[in-house]
Nanobody
Framework: QVQLVESGGGLVQPGGSLRLSCAASGSIFRIDTMGWYRQAPGKQRELVAGVTFGGSTNYADSVKGRFTISRDNAKNTVYLQMNSLKPEDTAVYFC??????????????WGQGTQVTVSP
């Protein structure tokens, strides 16, 4: 089994910054892609940003230029630096990881979610 533990959410004013972290632990041989998704009330969960093992990244158009995803492969940790936050960024943010176990099987895991609220 693999656990993803997120941290760093909270309340911030518009224009402010937050940094989310997500650490994976458990039966991990290698983590392929890691990413952040978010879900606002009444909306579907959407991809915010993703990063491959090699460091290639992709972003939702709505966060390009404001958010930066990075990862530390030695620590099995992914980060999301969020700058110039807007009220529409308010959502529960979920960490996702595609993990290869020691039997070389791949499985998708989710964190429990962390609330980000952008409000004056």
């Amino acid at each position: 089994q693999v656990q993803l533990v997120e941290s760093g959410g909270g309340l911030v004013q518009p224009g402010g910054s937050l940094r989310l972290s997500c650490a994976a632990s458990g039966s991990i041989f290698r983590i392929d892609t890691m990413g952040w998704y978010r879900q606002a009330p009444g909306k579907q969960r959407e991809l915010v940003a993703g990063v491959t093992f090699g460091g290639s990244t992709n972003y939702a158009d709505s966060v390009k230029g404001r958010f930066t995803i990075s990862r530390d492969n030695a620590k099995n940790t992914v980060y999301l630096q969020m700058n110039s936050l807007k009220p529409e960024d308010t959502a529960v943010y979920f960490c996702n990881a595609r993990v290869q176990d020691y039997n070389l099987y791949y499985r998708n895991y989710w964190g429990q979610g962390t609330q980000v609220t952008v409000s004056p």
